[in-house]
């Protein structure tokens, strides 16, 4: 059994020492889950990642409960049955599927997870950036998923349904170090029913596109998707993508109360021209954005290949820390201009 120590790390440390352990079928056990954060110890959504996990693998489990600070995780296998879970809580959903994405190289059929929580909340991607972001990068690499969203569960309330199907994949090699012309950007802009009389995903999806005629005038902007739904507790959410082949990099927003909607659009818009610009003093403009390259770690472990992240943040030390435990080997070489390309054998 691996002995990982999670104190320096967060929830993505433990999620990927999930997935490969049901990708490589060892066995682990890890202390000091989250111990450097505020509230140590598994939240709602860790528990979930967990189990979810255990009845895809049919696992031995132990530590599964709010709280608990070490975890013992021993899998049998990788099944295809549909399996459903309830966060009870704004929990994000999509970071629960982080687990399950990876699982592609190990399926002999698809498998199908449906999870109710949080659709679009704080700390996590959005269902947008999930569906329109991450998910098409991994496709152009061949690793197979779908991602439908039955009800949107903002934050606090949660409440959100998404089903996400996983395919038997194998990947092909990233190769993502530098950057290609930015060929178009996405406006995605969703509000509960609730929000629909002061026009809330509009003004929002119409500041986004607004902020980027007037500092990026030769980038084509498509025309905003702009939906309400009318089964969600109050709240909004926008996430503006980029797509430049190769690469994509996806930057959204929450709605909060009190805070105007065209407020709300300019946080995810001035990341994304940040992302654009990549400052002078960078020799290399990076394919990717900084949440995104976190999240590639574990799928450039199983497809090899090479990946240029605008900085190496905890995350992906810790993240790199973990995949080398269970014998994948994994490479970060650091530029004068502090991006740096994280590699993997193809």
Not at 51 to 78: C, K, S, Y
Not at 187 to 198: C, I
Not at 312 to 319: L, P
Request: glycine letters at 10%.
């Amino acid at each position: 059994m691996l002995e990982l120590d999670g104190a320096a790390g967060g929830g993505q440390q433990l999620r990927t020492a999930l997935s490969l352990s049901l990708v490589t079928g060892e066995a682990f056990r890890m202390t000091d889950v989250r111990a450097n954060r505020p509230n140590p110890g598994l939240k709602h959504q860790h528990r979930g990642a967990v189990r979810l996990a255990g009845e895809i693998g049919d696992a031995d489990v132990t530590g599964d409960d709010v709280g608990t600070t070490a975890v013992e995780f021993a899998p049998e296998t990788v099944a295809s049955d549909p399996v459903e879970i309830d966060l009870q809580t704004a929990g994000s959903v999509t970071l629960l599927f982080d687990v399950v994405l990876p699982l592609a190289v190990a399926l002999d059929e698809s498998l199908t997870v449906t999870a109710h929580g949080g659709t679009d909340v704080a700390w996590s991607p959005t269902a947008d950036f999930l569906r329109h972001a991450k998910l098409p990068l991994l496709a152009e690499h061949g690793l197979d998923a779908d991602l439908s969203v039955a009800r949107r569960g903002f934050y606090p309330a949660g409440g959100g349904e998404a089903t996400l199907t996983v395919h038997p994949s194998d990947p092909s090699p990233l190769d993502l170090t530098d950057r290609g012309p930015v060929d178009s950007v996405a406006v995605y802009s969703v509000a509960s029913e609730s929000l629909a009389d002061p026009e809330v995903a509009e003004r929002q999806a119409d500041t986004a596109v607004e902020a980027l005629g007037e500092s990026a005038p030769d980038l084509a902007v498509a025309e905003p998707r702009i939906g309400y739904d009318e089964t969600a507790s109050p709240g909004s959410a926008i996430a503006v993508v980029a797509d430049c082949a190769p690469g994509r990099a996806g930057f959204d927003a929450l709605g909060e109360k009190g805070v105007p909607a065209e407020q709300i659009a300019e946080r995810a818009v001035e990341p994304l021209l940040a992302w654009l610009d990549g400052g002078p003093e960078r020799a290399h403009a990076p394919p990717v954005d900084t949440h995104l390259a976190d999240q590639l770690l574990v799928p450039l472990a199983l497809a090899g290949g090479a990946v240029r992240v605008p900085r190496v943040t905890d995350h992906v030390r810790t993240n790199c820390e973990t995949i080398r435990a269970f014998g994948f080997e994994v490479s970060v070489a650091e530029a004068d201009d502090g991006t740096a390309v994280v590699s993997a054998p193809r």
